[in-house]
T-cell receptor, first 114, second 113 residues
């Protein structure tokens, strides 16, 4: 069953605007990862944030993590048409022998209009 | 360096048949995980192999099985195919069992008719 829930399910913005996606999860985690998927192809790893980190940046991406609220957000700044894709958060749970097992949310479908 | 390679890219099978999918991880990666992606259930974990041993298994019936070879290449097998097995099957490899993230292949699109 899904651990995370992304919000919103779909997001449509204009090129140049910022896009914010949120993710909530249920159990204690080692880390939380964000992935992008273009048109039903493979997933591309974007960024990983560990449970003891609160914020991380990578290029136009900014991820925050609030372990007390079990939530994370992904901000894409100055979006481009090429950012159009589905974005998934995935958690690497802390307990239960689940190492090597990511639990994915349902994803946010981002559409960036030129 | 080469990425994760999954073969075949597309597959059409008939109900009741069996199928084998292949995954070659990034060189040096010893952990290989498999996921099933469907519109209804999303991305679900199937199993993970590390150093030729299954280390973790998701909640799938015994018709789904896998193995890993000494060169870290992995195969997954689905026997007695059902219509509901139609999905995108994704393989991911990791150097450190996901502690620094995974690299995914492009997937195998399986259609059961």
């Amino acid at each position: 069953s899904q651990q995370g829930e992304e919000d919103p399910q779909a997001l449509s913005i204009q090129e140049g605007e910022n896009a914010t996606m949120n993710c909530s999860y249920k159990t204690s985690i080692n880390n939380l990862q964000w992935y992008r998927q273009n048109s039903g192809r493979g997933l591309v790893h974007l960024i990983l944030i560990r449970s003891n980190e609160r914020e991380k940046h990578s290029g136009r991406l900014r991820v925050t993590l609030d372990t007390s609220k079990k939530s994370s957000s992904l901000l894409i700044t100055a979006s481009r048409a090429a950012d159009t894709a589905s974005y998934f958060c995935a958690t690497d749970a802390l307990y239960g022998g689940s190492q090597g097992n990511l639990i994915f949310g349902k994803g946010t479908k981002l559409s960036v209009k030129p | 360096k080469a990425g994760v390679t999954q073969t075949p890219r597309y597959l059409i099978k008939t109900r009741g048949q069996q199928v084998t999918l292949s995954c070659s991880p990034i060189s040096g990666h010893r952990s290989v995980s498999w996921y099933q992606q469907t519109p209804g259930q999303g991305l679900q974990f199937l199993f993970e192999y590390f150093s030729e041993t299954q280390r973790n298994k998701g909640n799938f019936p015994g018709r789904f099985s896998g193995r890993q070879f000494s060169n870290s290449r992995s195969e997954m097998n689905v026997s007695t195919l059902e219509l509901g097995d139609s999905a995108l099957y994704l393989c991911a490899s990791s150097l450190d069992r996901g502690r620094s993230g995974y690299t995914f292949g492009s997937g195998t699109r399986l259609t059961v008719v």
